[in-house]
């Protein structure tokens, strides 16, 4: 498995922008489809982007498109989730996940790394 670690988030206040970045350790970070989750307190996590292996295609929840884009950079091993225009229910949990089966980006059950989480927080 990859060992991810997030960072970059902080208090924004609304329309402002924020990076995120995700760290990947081993090799072979190339070969994994990534994806960003968060998670609100009360709520279920869910699918917020994704991006396959070569960094072609990408995937975004309806809530996001249009205001964060994905990115990663395979010789760093780093993902990025770019957001800008943000919205107080935006606040959450920011989590990367990591997965080497192809498809189905928006499931969580299919990812098989975490990282620890990273705290977004938009205040009106």
């Known amino acids: 498995q990859v060992q991810l670690v997030e960072s970059g988030g902080g208090l924004v206040q609304a329309g402002g922008s924020l990076r995120l970045s995700c760290a990947a350790s081993?090799?072979?970070?190339?070969?994994?489809?990534m994806g960003w989750f968060r998670q609100a307190p009360g709520k279920e996590r869910e699918f917020v982007a994704a991006?396959?292996?070569?960094?072609?295609?990408?995937s975004y929840a309806d809530s996001v498109k249009g205001r964060f884009t994905i990115s990663r950079d395979n010789v760093q091993n780093m993902v990025y989730l770019q957001m800008n225009g943000l919205k107080p229910e935006d606040t959450a949990v920011y989590y990367c996940?990591?997965?080497?089966?192809?498809?189905?980006?928006?499931?969580?059950?299919?990812?098989?790394?975490w990282g620890q989480g990273t705290q977004v927080t938009v205040s009106s």
């Open positions: 081993g090799r072979t970070f190339g070969t994994y489809y």
């Open positions: 996940a990591a997965k080497t089966s192809a498809g189905a980006s928006r499931s969580i059950s299919t990812y098989d790394s």
């Open positions: 991006i396959s292996r070569g960094g072609v295609t990408t």
